[in-house]
């Protein structure tokens, strides 16, 4: 009986170490990216245990093979050998798109994995303060009011009434073209009293409405009861320069209105030299900031065309000796980045790049553009020292990580200024219009 029983302990021991096995791979199939990239000319690994199998997708086999190219070392043949412990080793061939299907005995699918085989990019790393000038497309209404006294005495506001709301962008006034704010109250002191058209963006849409202007007894001047921005200014990081392009790409979030939240609709920019004059350390529950200066409006540096919610991207004037003559560094895409050592790049002070250690601590698979990307932390004494951590005007540096370009800094977290989230450089790469598949399709950032 006693026998019996130990034989029945071994059994269910064994039992639950294979069962415990098999959850995990299984969890491991299942959390396994839907999408990989990988540099043309590598070589991936991936292991699994029997009963599951890897295998290129029927549908795409012929295209496939031209992709990736599957090793069988024993064999020296393209079969797939099965054992308790199955490795498929792949080789890249050209770039493309290729699926690998995961199955069980051989025939019931569990999961599709796209792998995409992509030109190594190599970009400059920045690092440098920045100043960016902004001039908005339109003008950007930040406030309503409701307390224009027109001459009948009474309160008005004709923009509510015409259901403008705060964020709209006004680009026309009776299809003439708004250049600024002053251009707004000129061509509704011109048209008067009559009800004007008015053609705003809403949420990248296209809306018309008509609105009556009131006029007020305060200046005699004809008014819609708004206010309207149309530029800022600010200052941030430069994360990379792409040299076969003369494309940029900084800040890693877009450029919002301080008083609406809403992105700011780029007409045109301008980035310039800028110097750190102060520095206001981070504390918990209070972002500090790197407080500097534009230099003189003769060092612009490269037109701004892109303002999206990952970053600003425009063109360096080939002369901007400080980034060309730099050296450049590949990129490391989102599967290579891992969790561990890195460090940034930014200027606190005397207008150096320096090196400042961190730690990424979190990374997120992303199948698509997002903003937080990774979590980092900031572990450097001296960065510590002076700034407390992350602060505004270090949006932007590059995170680098086993000499590859991996992404950018973008927010602080605020209860900690210790850390902050970090984008993948591939989806900046990607607002950028560089191209990961073919080098000579490098498209203009605009």
């Known amino acids: 009986m006693k026998k019996f029983s130990k034989n029945s302990c071994i059994i269910c021991l064994i039992t639950l170490v294979v069962f415990i096995v098999y959850f995990v791979q299984i969890y491991n199939i299942i959390i396994f990216p839907s999408q990989i990239d990988i540099f043309k000319g590598q070589n991936k690994t991936i292991d699994v245990l029997f009963p599951f199998t890897v295998k290129l997708s029927n549908d795409e086999n012929e295209h496939a093979n031209k992709i990736l190219h599957f090793i069988d070392k024993d064999n020296d043949k393209n079969s797939l050998k099965v054992s308790v412990k199955n490795s498929y080793e792949f080789e890249t061939i050209n770039n493309g798109n290729a699926k690998l299907e995961f199955k069980l005995f051989g025939f019931i699918p569990v999961k599709n994995v796209n792998i995409n085989v992509v030109n190594n990019i190599h970009l400059v790393p920045g690092g440098n303060t920045i100043g960016v000038k902004l001039k908005t497309k339109g003008v950007l209404v930040v406030a309503l009011s409701d307390n224009i006294i027109g001459i009948d005495g009474n309160?008005?506001?004709?923009?509510?009434?015409?259901?403008?709301?705060?964020?709209?962008?006004?680009?026309?006034?009776?299809?003439?073209?708004?250049?600024?704010?002053?251009?707004?109250?000129?061509?509704?002191?011109?048209?008067?009293?009559?009800?004007?058209?008015?053609t705003l963006e809403r949420n990248n849409h296209e809306f018309i409405t008509h609105v009556k202007p009131v006029k007020s007894n305060q200046d005699n001047c004809y008014r819609l009861g708004l206010w309207v921005r149309d530029k800022t200014a600010g200052i941030g990081t430069l994360t990379f320069y792409h040299p076969e392009s003369k494309i940029f790409g900084a800040l890693g979030h877009g450029i919002t209105d301080i008083d609406t939240g809403a992105l700011m609709p780029i007409k045109d920019g301008e980035v310039l030299k800028a110097k750190i004059a102060s520095i206001e350390q981070g504390k918990k529950g209070e972002p500090g900031e790197l407080r500097g200066i534009f230099l003189d409006s003769s060092d612009y540096v490269g037109a701004i065309k892109k303002n999206c919610q990952f970053g600003i991207y425009g063109v360096i004037k080939e002369n901007y000796k400080e980034l060309i003559s730099r050296k450049s560094l590949p990129i490391g895409l989102q599967n290579e980045v891992k969790i561990g050592k890195a460090y940034?790049?930014?200027?606190?002070?005397?207008?150096?790049?320096?090196?400042?250690?961190?730690?990424?601590?979190?990374?997120?698979?992303?199948?698509?553009?997002?903003?937080?990307?990774?979590?980092?932390?900031?572990?450097?004494?001296?960065?510590?020292?002076?700034t407390g951590g992350i602060v505004q005007g270090m949006s932007g540096s590059p995170i680098i990580q086993d000499g590859k370009i991996i992404g950018a800094v973008t927010h602080v977290f605020v209860n900690d200024p210790t850390k902050g989230y970090g984008i993948y450089i591939n989806w900046m790469l990607k607002q950028a219009g560089i191209s990961l598949y073919d080098k000579k399709s490098l498209a203009s950032a605009n």
Do not use: R
Request: proline share 3%; with cysteine.
């Open 344 to 386: 940034i790049l930014c200027t606190i002070e005397d207008n150096v790049i320096e090196k400042y250690d961190i730690e990424i601590i979190n990374i997120d698979p992303q199948g698509y553009p997002k903003q937080k990307s990774m979590v980092i932390k900031v572990v450097d004494k001296e960065l510590l020292n002076k």
């Open 155 to 198: 309160k008005h506001c004709p923009a509510i009434d015409a259901g403008i709301k705060i964020g709209d962008v006004i680009t026309n006034i009776n299809d003439t073209e708004v250049i600024d704010a002053e251009h707004v109250i000129q061509l509704l002191n011109k048209i008067g009293e009559k009800k004007v058209k008015i």
